[in-house]
């Protein structure tokens, strides 16, 4: 199994610039999160869907963050522009619910590092 | 929403020592609470959960406690080893409804 794959795993862009990452969730996990973690700091949830619907988006900033997950599986993250501030690794994760169960035992990848200088 | 508050932030123990990290949440609803290890540089790992059927759960030198009154959990780790460094995440939930709000972290620091 290939776990989690996440790509670009290190990126460094000029702030007000675009960067998008992208995300393959564990073969068959119907969730699918993405996190932010600063430095020094445990992971923030940005957005999670359950298949292909955000049910949960209350945290991601909607004026510059964007986010898709198209036919249910694979998903991107997209920051537009770019600032300062957005420097901090991008983990996306999933997990297979089964009714109430199995939701919130999540895998991680293992990360994208987003600098913005 | 949930908060969880996570504590020490740093903690340094020799190698055969015991090493404890402790959280408290928020919500008396949350009623998931799993463990995650990430070494330096790596993706954080499950390592550990308990759910609030359950009072404690043991797998080899990792344990967990949790006491629902007091709305607190911890991470216990007997003869810890060099290998045992990392930083730690609690996170709670409700299951199946909530998604998982983690802790800041404690940084485990082994010395041989």
């Known amino acids: 199994e290939a776990g989690v794959v996440q790509s670009p795993r290190y990126k460094i862009i000029e702030k007000k610039q675009p960067v998008a990452f992208w995300c393959n969730p564990i073969s068959g996990h119907n969730t699918l999160y993405w996190y932010r973690q600063n430095l020094g700091q445990g992971p923030e949830l940005l957005i999670r869907y359950e298949n292909e619907e955000a049910v949960d988006d209350s945290q991601l900033p909607k004026d510059r963050f964007s986010a898709e997950r198209l036919k249910g599986v694979d998903s991107t993250l997209k920051i537009q522009p770019a600032e300062l501030g957005d420097s901090a690794v991008y983990l996306c994760a999933s997990s297979f619910r089964q009714g109430l169960s199995g939701a919130n035992v999540l895998t991680f990848g293992a990360g994208s590092r987003l600098t913005v200088l | 929403g949930e908060n969880v508050e996570q504590h020490p932030s740093t903690l340094s123990v020799q190698e055969g020592d015991s090493a404890v990290i402790k959280c408290t949440y928020s919500d008396s609803a949350s009623n998931y609470f799993p463990w995650y290890k990430q070494e330096l540089g790596k993706r954080p790992q499950l390592i550990i959960d308990i759910r609030s059927n359950v009072g404690e759960k043991k797998d080899q030198r990792i344990a967990v406690t949790l006491n629902k009154t007091a709305k607190h959990f911890s991470l216990h780790i007997t003869e810890t080893q060099p290998e045992d460094s990392a930083v730690y995440f609690c996170?709670?939930?409700?299951?199946?409804?909530?998604?998982?709000?983690f802790g800041k972290g404690t940084m485990l620091l082994v010395s041989p």
């Open positions: 996170a709670a939930s409700i299951e199946g409804y909530s998604t998982l709000t």
